[in-house]
């Protein structure tokens, strides 16, 4: 069974920045479609990003425009979400998730992806003084 692992969380001070990386064991990502989720205590998993295994497209809800940046490393066959400007809101567990080519979708229903099955264990960030 394939497994995603994130990786990058951590404690960080309201304005600055984290990277989280999104790898997996025994697939390569190149070609499939990655998405970025977040869950707090006591709220519903939200999306944050996408980026497209099709194309270079990348797709970011409004909390991550122009602080949060998807990028793919096909030498190193993982996904970075780099965060800066970092708010306390944004404190949660990040996960990735993907279908890995399961579905024909790609990031077309990233914000609410029943057809992502694969998903790692998720990493905690903290944003606090």
């Known amino acids: 069974q394939v497994q995603l692992v994130e990786s990058g969380g951590g404690l960080v001070q309201p304005g600055g920045s984290l990277r989280l990386s999104c790898t997996a064991s025994g697939e390569t990502l190149d070609h499939y479609a990655i998405g970025w989720f977040r869950q707090a205590p006591g709220k519903e998993r939200e999306a944050v990003s996408c980026?497209?295994?099709?194309?270079?497209?990348?797709y970011y809800e409004d909390s991550a425009k122009g602080r949060f940046t998807v990028s793919r490393d096909k030498t190193k066959n993982t996904v970075y979400l780099q965060m800066n400007s970092l708010r306390p809101e944004g404190q949660a567990v990040y996960y990735c998730g993907s279908d890995l080519g399961k579905s024909p979708w790609d990031c077309d229903y990233y914000s609410d992806p029943p057809y992502f099955g694969f998903w790692g264990q998720g990493t905690q960030v903290t944003v606090s003084s």
């Open positions: 980026i497209s295994g099709k194309t270079t497209t990348t």
